[in-house]
């Protein structure tokens, strides 16, 4: 092996343009790959930054007759399975909300979470200073603590440890400081918390209809994921009959923590390295047959050392030793790629991707494994290329004696010709599997971009504000005159046309939901009863969105707490439950027929809007006034008459002439809440056309390759054949001819690899089916087009060899 490698060594030092060229093809394909990987790695494979995390699961509220409709659940239910189970060590509720910082330095909105007591025993981690919460202090009224991050404790109060034992304002309230969390602890759920209260149960907390927490939990020792989810099943259906108005056809389901939010990422990013894999096969068939084609102008060297003893194993031995040494080359050069695309994917990566639940925010990293993968990778691909030219080599016809003549020209044989246009046709299809997968979802982004969103984003700011409330998400807002200030304090700025507010600001991918009773329907029980989606909003909404008004009214100042209850609803939610009867002045209730909630009457109809995202469906929606209903986080929203950004400054100051303490955040155009809206369809359509356009470079050059290699080999047989009178227009196309034949092959196979592969992009494609017949046959001709072009090059320089040259040839 030491000898091969020293050969090897310097066979490819006196080869430099062989050598660069394998090498830069390699690196691309595995450089790509490891970066692909690295991603993967990061966000779904590894292991959760808490104690012991395979023991760490979610508890969810389940219906019985489909176990994967998952919901969150409400503090009676929770507090029900932490008595009554026997599977877990420790259990715990949580809530992500945004919580407004102030005294001292300027005000700011964090994000934090509510948290029961047993939150930081399940993840089992300890505080750097201090303590964590006791059992009394879930309860409200002592609830006024607070654990800080390590991030924030450093940033806000200068790393102070006097700051355990005092306090801060927390939304206008005093909290006391009991603990820090350590530098390497965090919690990220939509964004990486910065500090923790507890729950501290509200009035609407201890409704069972109230489903506002995750739950999370430990499993004892020897407890396996099965046993958990038998017993919190068999929980669950004693729950629902023991409380059939609110649990009914209810059961509770256990999922392990590290799966949460990987459900939709999962398929895309697997889809992407299956993508990268078949550069990865491209790269090695274009180095294979760079390596035949040095083979057989190595046929006399390769002679010699059959004439000297060398066996058939050993002259293979020593062509799979380069093959893995340019491999490993390669490999090297790859990584050295995947680093910089690594440190780059933060800036190019949507923040959903690097946002993963419970995983570090924005860590992409290459740790161990991702080294072991690309050794791995590198190791299996110098194989994969080596063994058609080693493969060769070993099945020689045991005639050495041609090779050494003096006068030989190298192996044109039929067998080694059709070898390496079998590779070309392989080359061509895993091309064409890329291109489809590239031209699926650049045309599955051109639907998405021609629906209408339902707002006119033009010229509209907004910015976020955390509006902290005494019984979280239910009435009467403790701001009273928070729509009014609005109106008198920023709709009288120069240049603004509208202003207003709303809790689930659309495009955005927030969204609530409630189920109620529609008056003069029968009751149908709580396992059928009607729902929607949920959101909270200001007078002047609707207006200031540009969403239609169809029929009625919008919400006014006097739509105030102590007035009727109204609501307005979307068309959706008008056809779904009212058909071709007018709704205004139709009335629902929350809850079931016999709740004590109060009606609310329709006063207006709405045109519809996409809320998660341009490719989503419309569900029915409703909207109640803030007056009445009140949210504890509310965006705002401004249409000005200018480019919104100018207006950022004078908006901040005038919320801070009504409010001094109420900081903004996430301040953006609703221009770019529209962008981002796309932004999980954009990123892998990028990539993967990133990807498809490397493929067709790497099958382009393959093909001229090998054909240039052919024409080579051909040389003498052109000569004679254009000595016989052949014209030139015949020599082109017998070269074009053949060597397109085997790119048709390929492109027929690609095609049938296509209406397989392509299903796994399903759930990624708006209004285009996974078969597609003009996305196929649009990149079947662009396959073909760059294929024929890259047979025509070298056939016409065939074309122009002159008779006397060719017999001369070797």
Avoid at 84 to 104: D, K, R, T
Avoid at 227 to 250: H, K, L, N
Avoid at 664 to 691: D, I, K
Wanted: glycine share 10%.
């Amino acid at each position: 092996m030491a000898t091969d490698l020293r050969y090897t060594l310097r066979t490819l030092r006196n080869n430099p343009g062989f050598t660069a060229v394998c090498i830069a093809t390699l690196a691309l394909g595995i450089g790509a790959n490891t970066t692909v990987f690295s991603v993967l790695n990061s966000t779904l494979w590894k292991p959760l930054p808490f104690a012991d995390p395979g023991r760490l699961v979610l508890v969810w509220r389940a219906n019985i007759h489909d176990p994967s409709d998952r919901n969150i659940v409400d503090a009676p239910d929770f507090l029900d399975w932490q008595r009554q189970n026997h599977v877990f060590e420790s259990m715990a509720i949580f809530n992500p909300a945004s919580y407004n910082l102030s005294g001292g330095k300027q005000p700011e909105l964090v994000p934090g979470v509510r948290v029961s007591a047993d939150f930081f025993r399940v993840l089992g981690i300890k505080p750097y200073l201090g303590r964590t919460f006791a059992p009394e202090e879930e309860t409200q009224g002592k609830d006024r603590e607070v654990v800080l991050s390590y991030g924030l404790w450093t940033r806000r109060y200068g790393a102070d440890p006097s700051w355990v034992g005092r306090t801060v304002r927390i939304g206008g309230e005093r909290y006391l400081v009991v603990g820090v969390m350590p530098r390497d602890f965090e919690f990220q759920i939509g964004a990486p918390s910065q500090l923790w209260v507890p729950v501290g149960y509200t009035q609407g907390d201890r409704d069972r209809s109230s489903h506002s927490f995750i739950a999370c939990a430990r499993l004892k020792p020897g407890v396996t994921l099965a046993q958990a989810g038998a017993e919190m099943d068999t929980i669950g259906r004693a729950i629902a009959q023991q409380y059939p108005q609110d649990d009914a056809d209810e059961t509770a389901t256990v999922t392990p923590m590290e799966a949460f939010g990987v459900e939709n990422l999962k398929p895309m990013l697997l889809a992407l390295l299956a993508a990268v894999g078949f550069v990865l096969l491209i790269a090695c068939v274009n180095v294979a047959n760079l390596m035949m084609a040095r083979g057989a102008a190595r046929e006399k060297e390769l002679a010699i050392r059959r004439a000297l003893g060398a066996g058939r194993l050993r002259v293979a031995r020593q062509l799979l030793t380069e093959s893995v040494l340019l491999a490993v080359l390669g490999g090297g050069s790859g990584l050295l790629l995947a680093a910089w695309g690594t440190a780059l994917l933060p800036h190019v990566v949507p923040s959903y991707v690097l946002a993963m639940p419970f995983r570090r925010s924005g860590a992409i990293e290459m740790d161990g494994r991702v080294f072991a993968f690309t050794l791995l990778v590198a190791c299996l691909t110098g194989i994969l290329f080596g063994l058609a030219p080693a493969f060769s080599a070993a099945r020689g016809d045991g005639n050495i004696s041609e090779p050494l003549k003096e006068g030989s020209r190298g192996s044109s044989g039929g067998e080694g010709r059709r070898l390496r246009n079998i590779l070309v046709a392989s080359e061509v299809a895993l091309a064409l599997m890329v291109l489809c997968g590239a031209g699926l979802l650049i045309a599955s982004m051109a639907r998405v971009l021609g629906v209408s969103s339902g707002v006119n984003a033009t010229n509209v700011l907004t910015m976020g504000m955390s509006l902290p409330q005494i019984n979280l998400y239910i009435g009467p807002p403790v701001h009273t005159r928070f729509c009014q200030d609005l109106d008198q304090h920023l709709g009288v700025l120069p240049g603004v046309l509208g202003v207003s507010s709303v809790a689930q600001l659309p495009l955005a991918g927030g969204d609530a939901s409630r189920g109620f009773f529609v008056e003069g329907k029968p009751d149908p029980g709580v396992a059928n009863q009607a729902g929607a989606s949920y959101s909270v909003a200001c007078p002047g909404y609707f207006r200031t969105m540009g969403i239609p008004l169809l029929e009625g009214r919008e919400f006014t100042h006097q739509d105030k707490d102590g007035a009727p209850p109204v609501i307005v609803i979307n068309q959706t939610m008008a056809h779904k439950y009212w058909g071709k009867q007018d709704p205004v002045g139709r009335r629902i209730k929350l809850g079931l027929a016999n709740s004590d909630a109060p009606w609310m009457t329709v006063v207006g109809v709405t045109g519809d809007v996409r809320q998660w995202g341009l490719g989503d469906r419309i569900n029915p929606e409703f909207f109640r006034p803030y007056t009445q209903a009140a949210w504890p986080f509310m965006t705002v929203v401004v249409r000005t008459a200018s480019a919104p950004g100018a207006f950022i400054d004078p908006v901040k100051k005038a919320i801070a002439g009504f409010d001094p303490d109420q900081p903004v955040s996430s301040v953006e155009t609703m221009e770019s809440v529209v962008r981002n809206s796309v932004g999980p369809r954009r990123f892998p359509m990028l990539l993967l056309s990133a990807f498809a356009v490397l493929a067709l470079v790497l099958a382009a050059v393959g093909i001229s390759g090998v054909v240039s290699y052919a024409v080579a080999q051909r040389t003498r047989e052109i000569g004679i054949r254009v000595a016989l009178g052949a014209s030139k227009v015949d020599v082109l196309r017998l070269v074009v001819t053949q060597s397109m034949l085997w790119a048709a092959a390929g492109t027929a196979l690609g095609i049938v690899g296509s209406l397989g592969l392509m299903r796994l992009l399903g759930g990624m494609l708006y209004g285009v089916r996974p078969s597609d017949p003009l996305v196929l046959a649009a990149v079947s001709a662009l396959l073909m087009g760059v294929a024929l072009l890259a047979c025509y090059i070298p056939a016409r320089r065939a074309a122009q060899v002159h008779p006397m040259t060719a017999l001369r040839y070797q």
